[in-house]
Structure formats: C-alpha cells, structure tokens
C-alpha cells in the first residue's frame, strides 16, 4: 500500500479564516513533505518533517503553520491567508534516506483565498 | 547544483503513437531519478524510477533508461492512449540527507483519438 491520503479534497476560505489541511499515511515513513503547486507548474517544497521533528522549512510565511503530531499525521494550519496563496497543496511521505526513499504523493488539497 | 530540463512545450500526438519526454539532469554523485505523472485534478503518482546508472525503470507500457554517460533519463512509451494524457514530471533526489526532490518544468501530453 502506497497511499498517502489529504482532507479536504476542496478548502475554500477568506483572507480572515484559520482553516487546516491534514494529511495521513500508514507505510511507516519517517519523512513526510508539503507542496504547494501553482497551475502548470512542478510542485515547491514548504517544509520537511524528519522523524517528527522540522527539518526544512524552505522560507515559507509565518502564515503557514506545520504540525506532526506522530509519525503518521501531518497538517497544515493557515491563518491569514492572501489570494495568491490559492493552489493545490500537496502532502507526501518517504523513508527518511536510503534507496527505498521514494517519496509517494497524496491527491492534494485545492484551497482557494477569497 | 542539482537540477532536471526538461523539453519544452506541450506534446500532442494521436493515439497509438509513440511518445517521447526528454529529460536531462545535472547533479554530483548519482541521484535517484523519477518520473511522476499528474493527471488532471489529481496529485501526482509515481510512474518509475532508477536509481543507478544503466538502470531501466518501466511501469503500464512506460521505460526510462539511466543514462550517466549522456545524464539523460528519457519517458519513453511505444503506443500511447487517450488516457495517458497527463502531465509528466522529471526529477531527481538530491541526496543531501534531507531527501529533496528537483523537479522539471512538466511536459503536458495530450493524446488525441
């Protein structure tokens, strides 16, 4: 099984709401990821979490939160949102290195800011 | 550093055609490469990999072949479907101990009956 799962499928928000994405995967990985993917371009790395601890957070605004509450669940808190910030977010989760370090993606969430 | 091209431009071909994704990639050491797939309004799945040199992944009709010598890791399939119309992603793995990936700009297949 190589299924990462996302909720919501659709998040549609105004610039004042705190909403949460939430991700989940039962392989066991050590390593779990979010994404954000604007249209027609490849996914951008946000942040890394490593045996539950942040290992990367690649600059992202404040307004963005992570949290990994165990080795299985990865959300995303968002306060404050701006327009351009609507994407799809995507979550995704490998073992931590090595060569079965493969990274499986889930469905994604489709947020829109109003 | 690390990093993947792919070819410009979107690829339109009819059905039954053969495909072909150019990917090259710069990178120290010998990354794990990847070819994903996205189709539309889904995430992205994996379609294969390689993770040494002269390795050939092959997934549903696709292949790609590791190529060190010309840093190449084309998509490959021999007659394609309407359903396999979908973005199509390069990458590599940085092995920096952080397991980041370098992603293509994407190529947009369209397959037309």
């Known amino acids: 099984d190589t299924e990462v799962t996302q909720t919501p499928k659709h998040l549609v928000m105004g610039m004042t709401n705190k909403k949460s994405l939430k991700c989940e995967q039962h392989?066991?990985?050590?390593?779990m990821y979010w994404y954000k993917q604007k249209a027609k371009k490849p996914p951008e790395l946000m942040f890394v979490?490593?045996?539950?601890?942040?290992?990367i957070n690649e600059s992202v605004p404040s307004r963005f939160s992570p949290e990994c509450p165990n080795s299985s669940l990865l959300n995303l808190h968002l306060h404050a949102l701006q327009p351009e910030d609507s994407a799809l977010y995507l979550c995704?989760?490998?073992?931590?290195?090595?060569?079965?370090?493969?990274?499986?993606f889930g469905p994604g969430t489709r947020l829109t800011v109003l | 550093g690390n990093s993947v091209t792919q070819m410009e431009g979107p690829v339109t071909l009819s059905e039954e055609a053969f495909l072909t994704i150019n990917c090259t990639y710069t990178?120290?050491?010998?990354?794990?490469l990847f070819w994903y797939v996205q189709y539309p309004g889904e995430g992205l799945q994996l379609l294969l990999k390689?993770?040494?040199?002269?390795d050939k992944g092959s997934n549903k009709g696709f292949e790609a072949t590791y190529r060190k010598e010309t840093t190449s890791f084309h998509l490959e399939k021999g007659s394609v479907q309407v359903s396999d119309s979908a973005v199509y992603f390069c990458?590599?793995?940085?092995?920096?101990?952080?397991?980041?990936?370098?992603f293509g700009k994407g190529n947009q297949v369209v397959v037309i009956p």
């Open positions: 995704a989760s490998s073992q931590v290195q090595g060569n079965t370090d493969t990274q499986y």
């Open positions: 392989m066991g990985h050590r390593a």
């Open positions: 979490y490593s045996y539950e601890k942040l290992s």
């Open positions: 990178a120290t050491g010998y990354p794990s």
């Open positions: 390689a993770t040494k040199a002269d």
């Open positions: 990458a590599l793995r940085k092995r920096d101990g952080n397991n980041r990936l370098a």
